[in-house]
């Protein structure tokens, strides 16, 4: 049998990355976000927790003693010191938790013709070696503003322009319109990596 073709969704805050997932998801692939991941770590992954309680003290808890993820983001969006510390223990961990998955997505009986995954920092890391295909999904400064939930003068700057991550991509989308533009690219995404499968 064919493996999966591996596909990693990136692009800036507000582009549209969780909806480009979504959308995969509806054509048939099988989909994981790495953001998805890091929230399980923090909840779930004992060791990871030692880390941060060791680094940040119990600051970070909430009331029931649980890891408070938008306590840890005030914390290190103000410290990029921080920041570099928590990504330098959390990427390698999924990293790893999304080519486990892909191993066992590979070894269904009848396995899905694509395997995609969300990842922000997908170039900032280095990481789209670990992909077949790279989709970047962008939109114009106007709309990433008022998508934002959140400031993101400070996060922005760490990222690759745009510009730099489309030349690279194997497919681009600019995500200033309806969701079912950005639905009917990824069809023909999906369309496209099936041809090239058979």
């Known amino acids: 049998m064919a493996r999966p073709v591996a596909v990693a969704i990136t692009g800036g805050i507000g582009a549209g990355k969780s909806e480009a997932l979504a959308a995969f998801a509806r054509h048939g692939a099988a989909v994981v976000s790495s953001d998805e991941i890091v929230h399980r ?18 600051r970070i808890l909430d009331e029931a003693g649980q890891i408070d993820r938008t306590k840890i983001a005030e914390i290190v969006f103000a410290d990029n010191e921080a920041l570099e510390w928590l990504e330098a223990l959390l990427h390698p961990l999924v990293v790893q938790e999304y080519l486990d998955w892909r191993e066992q997505v590979a070894e269904l009986p009848d396995p899905p013709p694509v395997t995609a995954t969300e990842v922000p920092l997908l170039y900032e890391v280095g990481g789209q ?57 990824v069809g023909e995404v999906m369309s496209e990596l099936g041809a090239r499968a058979e």
């Open 41 to 58: 770590l923090l909840r779930d992954d004992p060791a990871v927790g030692k880390a941060l309680t060791g680094r940040f003290g119990d």
């Open 129 to 185: 070696d670990r992909f077949d295909v790279v989709v970047v999904v962008t939109a114009p400064p106007a709309v990433l503003s008022a998508r934002a939930t959140v400031a993101t003068d400070d996060r922005e700057s760490r990222l690759l322009p745009d510009s730099v991550k489309v030349a690279q991509a194997d497919f681009a989308f600019v995500n200033d319109g309806s969701l079912d533009e950005l639905d009917a690219f």
